[in-house]
């Protein structure tokens, strides 16, 4: 079996270097030219010997790390971290607030393989972790680093994979049964092998058999870490009904599913993870997510009520990110870093809702799509955990409430604080 390696004190030569190079400016609430699932690894460097330099965000950061893109390729093969995967995204947030990726389920957080870091606090001192302490330590592991300094570096665990793994994209649209395959999902996911992460996305769009009318798309978008066969033993034996068949499946290894998952055409060089840049995409999106937490599958008429809110926004404008949960992310206390979603859950939803900006629409049409959104949510709230309904940090949700421009009392932060951290906000 594989496992978790230790620090690098353990083995030196594994030590993991990221450098917080920033593509484009991402605020809380709008996007600009964002291409999803795209992983943010042509900021990444393996070192060899531990040690870690200053981030920057000068430009020549950049070059430095194209030069070094055939040693990320060569150690990376067997060695993976776990982190979500977009482009815009920052180590510095993502880092600190949690991390969701497509190994979770296996390894956690990326807050949970976080052994070190270097910071500067509010003094101007740099601080690492024995010198700051383990409750500053446990804090910016997932309760965001802002409140406590300025994390320039982190050092994380690397951890040992077997070299192939496994994706799929499976679609299936209403007329394919998508109803009842999302509601056996959602009995099935958090229990499967660790191994396996079966990410569900659904959007409305225009039907491929009857025209002119719409229906929803269920991809489900996974990843195994292990070979097809393994795979397809699983998935015979959990959700058949899905009818995955071998065809389906691709083996490759772990660092070119990333390029998958950022939906690159197979063959794609590996370089393209060191020059993506962000005006390739330089169209102008807003944005606007909120999120939950799910204890108890969702009936078969509360997805049909979803079903029919998809139809009151526009066609391919919303979507839904059901990510499951189970496996490592249950093994770990809610109380063992601030990031408190652990046990109990299925999945958590992302709810995503995307509209132009070209000629100043981006203003125009944010009302009513901002309006849908919350509309979708307050149906929501009898299928979620409730008391308090929870939230991802790192999917801040300003509508839960924020903070006055002077002093914010506890009892105030409290509304939004339990729903991100629950317990730990006290
Ligand atoms: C398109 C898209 C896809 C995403 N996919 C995923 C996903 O798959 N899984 C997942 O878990 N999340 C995902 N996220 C959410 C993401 O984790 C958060 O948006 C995260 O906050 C991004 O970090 P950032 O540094 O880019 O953000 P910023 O907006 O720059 O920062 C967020 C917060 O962190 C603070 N911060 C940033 N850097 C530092 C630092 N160095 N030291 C101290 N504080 C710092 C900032 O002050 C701010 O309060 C996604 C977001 C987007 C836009």
Not at 166 to 188: D, G, P, S
Not at 314 to 340: C, M, V
Not at 380 to 399: Q, T
Request: hydrophobic share 40%.
């Amino acid at each position: 079996m594989d496992h978790q390696h230790g620090p690098w004190s353990v083995d030196g030569n594994r030590g993991l270097h990221l450098q917080l190079l920033k593509i484009c400016i991402f605020g809380l609430f709008w996007i600009r030219g964002v291409t999803w699932n795209f992983p943010n690894l042509g900021l990444l460097k393996l070192n060899t010997n531990g040690s870690f330099t200053s981030p920057t965000v000068k430009a020549g950061v950049y070059k430095r790390v194209v030069k070094r893109r055939q040693r990320i390729v060569e150690k990376s093969k067997k060695l993976a971290f776990v982190a979500g995967a977009c482009p815009t995204v920052g180590v510095g947030g993502h880092f600190s607030g949690g991390g969701y990726g497509m190994m979770s389920r296996k390894f956690g957080t990326s807050a949970d393989i976080i052994i070190d870091v270097k910071l500067i606090d509010a003094n101007g001192r740099i601080q690492d972790r024995e010198s700051m302490g383990e409750d500053l330590f446990w804090a910016i592991r997932g309760g965001g680093g802002t409140s406590f300094g300025l994390i320039f570096s982190w050092k994380v665990k690397l951890l040992d994979i077997i070299e192939k793994v496994t994706i799929f994209n499976v679609t299936r649209t209403l007329e394919q049964n998508a109803t009842q395959l999302v509601y056996k999902w959602q009995h099935i996911v958090d229990k499967v092998d660790d191994n396996l992460l079966l990410r569900l996305f659904l959007k409305s769009s225009e039907s491929p058999i009857r025209r002119g009318q719409r229906t929803i798309y269920a991809f489900f978008t996974t990843m195994f870490v292990g070979g097809v066969d393994e795979l397809l033993h699983e998935m015979q034996d959990s959700f058949s009904e899905l009818g995955l068949v071998k065809e389906d499946c691709i083996e490759m290894s772990w660092i070119e599913s990333i390029l998958f998952f950022a939906g690159f055409p197979r063959g794609t060089s590996l370089d393209v993870l060191l020059h993506w840049n962000n005006s390739a995409t330089n169209q102008e999106y807003y944005f606007k997510g909120k999120s939950d937490y799910v204890q108890h599958p969702i009936s078969i008429n509360g997805l049909e009520g979803i079903w029919k809110l998809f139809n009151q926004v526009g066609e391919n404008s919303a979507e839904l990110q059901f990510s499951p949960y189970g496996g490592k992310l249950s093994d770990i206390s809610e109380y063992e870093t601030p990031f408190p979603h652990r046990a109990g859950n299925i999945f958590m939803i992302h709810y995503a809702v995307f509209w132009g900006g070209g000629g100043g629409g981006g203003m125009k049409n944010s009302q009513s799509n901002i309006a849908w959104i919350r509309k979708l949510y307050g149906y929501m709230a009898r299928y979620v955990l409730k008391s308090p309904r929870g939230a991802y940090f790192n999917y801040r949700d300003l509508d839960l409430g924020v903070n006055n421009k002077g002093n914010t009392s506890y009892e105030q932060a409290r509304i939004w604080g339990v729903k991100y951290f629950k317990n730990n906000f006290e």
